[in-house]
């Protein structure tokens, strides 16, 4: 058990639908990560967020948003789906970010119909 | 912005057999870590290298860090089922932890 919560395990939704994963990150670390991996595809990197303030961007599209809360949990907010949405997204934290190791979640794998 | 390239993308082997799988950058890097993800599994930390010339061993797992802090392999010797997933590298690039393509191992017993 990595110390890192994302909830819900599973979603299927509807093309143009919106969608709110969580994260929960481990206890004392500051630094969120989200990452998108489709089918046979590495893990790309979304957006950091470091103690409620967002610190790093990726190729996240613009459909996309991220915020990390007061208690440091994170929620990713995907919007007007497609299909080619559908992926496992991770959350990981780390403890400063940076130059230290992170701890994934199990992920929320994402199916749009 | 930085990107690592690894190879190969897939590895089949007979177990008992060596794997190493490799990662290279175009630019010096602070440092490099290594994670594993088993079949439907999350990404394990595996370990960090910081240190030009460095070499870290894990059992079964021996990781280099290139003089020149440009590149990084990960080789495991006697390779046994449970070393079958994707062995990732990840380099930071200012705050964003970036991750190589992977290297899938499939271990055939």
């Known amino acids: 058990d990595s110390g890192v919560t994302q909830t819900p395990k599973h979603l299927i939704t509807a093309t143009g639908q919106r969608v709110t994963l969580r994260c929960s990150p481990r206890s004392g670390d500051l630094s969120v990560y989200w990452y998108q991996q489709s089918l046979d595809q590495g893990l790309q990197f979304l957006i950091q967020?470091?103690?409620?303030?967002?610190?790093a961007k990726g190729n996240i599209l613009e459909r996309f948003s991220a915020q990390q809360f007061p208690d440091l949990h994170s929620e990713l907010n995907l919007s007007s789906l497609e299909l080619g949405d559908s992926a496992l997204y991770f959350c990981a934290s780390s403890a400063t970010g940076g130059n230290t190791e992170a701890f994934f979640g199990q992920g929320t794998r994402l199916t749009v119909v | 912005g930085q990107q690592v390239m690894q190879i190969p993308q897939y590895q089949h082997v007979q177990e008992g057999e060596d794997f190493t799988t490799y990662c290279n950058s175009s630019t010096t890097l602070s440092n490099i870590q290594w994670y594993k993800q088993r079949p439907g599994g999350h990404p394990v930390f595996l370990i960090q290298?910081?240190?030009?010339?460095e070499v870290k061993k894990q059992k079964r797992l021996t990781f280099q860090f290139g003089e020149a802090k440009k590149n990084s392999s990960l080789h495991i010797t006697a390779t046994q089922t449970t070393d079958v997933g994707t062995y990732f590298c990840a380099v930071n690039q200012g705050g964003k932890l970036i991750f190589g393509q992977g290297t899938e191992l499939s271990v055939k017993p």
């Open positions: 290298l910081v240190k030009s010339g």
């Open positions: 967020y470091y103690n409620g303030e967002e610190r």
